[in-house]
């Protein structure tokens, strides 16, 4: 019987995939992608081993499609909470804000794309893709960057690059968070707005991001 369009095959097989996939995040993200066997994540997923290969052919696929799906879900948030209205300052406020609820929301994703990001954006069969995907996050941001320059809010830098920067301030951060290095306990999140906004903010420009 069709759900929402979709048979019960379909249904079913969706329903597995993602419970395969949820396993996987469990072991890459305690054992690291390469140490990881996919017999671990046959044994969590409760499966055997032989019905992984029926949904994902390597366990490459697997990361890929946990990559792909949690990265695709962070564009679409980030794109939405952009579009709404507000200034510069509130709509940087607003993408840094997605950026830690789904790090939050998903501990075993943050592990594995901390772990893994060097690595798949130098090299690899997905490096290529991986930098698409990255370049793709900056980009949804870049515009809003552009604006608040027009406006005056902020400084001549260049949109995209900055972006990038504010990107991988977040991950720096995290990963030192993550770690253990930090000696202090403080909001990151708000830490990070301070650091980026007062580095980016045209000299004269009104403090709170005016509207």
Request: glycine share 10%; with cysteine; proline share 4%.
């Amino acid at each position: 019987m069709p759900v929402e369009g979709k048979t019960r095959r379909e249904v079913l097989t969706e329903f597995r995939r993602a419970e395969i996939l949820a396993a996987a995040r469990k072991v890459f993200a305690a054992r690291g992608f390469r140490a990881a066997t996919l017999e671990e994540v046959a044994v969590e997923a409760g499966l055997a081993k032989g019905t992984l290969y029926l949904y994902f052919p390597s366990k490459e696929e697997m990361f890929w499609a946990i990559f792909r799906g949690r990265v695709a879900e962070m564009h679409r948030r980030l794109q939405a909470v952009l579009c709404e209205p507000g200034g510069t300052e509130d709509k940087i406020r607003a993408g840094l804000r997605v950026r830690f609820e789904l790090l939050r929301e998903d501990q075993d994703f943050m592990r594995i794309y901390l772990t893994e990001f060097g690595q798949c954006i130098y090299g690899g069969p997905w490096a290529k893709e991986f930098r698409k995907l990255h370049l793709a996050g900056a980009r949804l941001l870049a515009p809003v960057l552009a604006e608040g320059i027009r406006r005056g809010e902020l400084r001549p830098v260049p949109p995209l690059e900055t972006a990038l920067a504010l990107m991988d301030l977040v991950k720096s951060i995290v990963s030192m968070k993550l770690l253990g290095m930090h000696e202090n306990r403080f909001d990151v999140e708000q830490f990070i707005f301070d650091l980026f906004w007062r580095g980016v903010r045209a000299e004269g420009a009104a403090a709170g991001g005016g509207q």
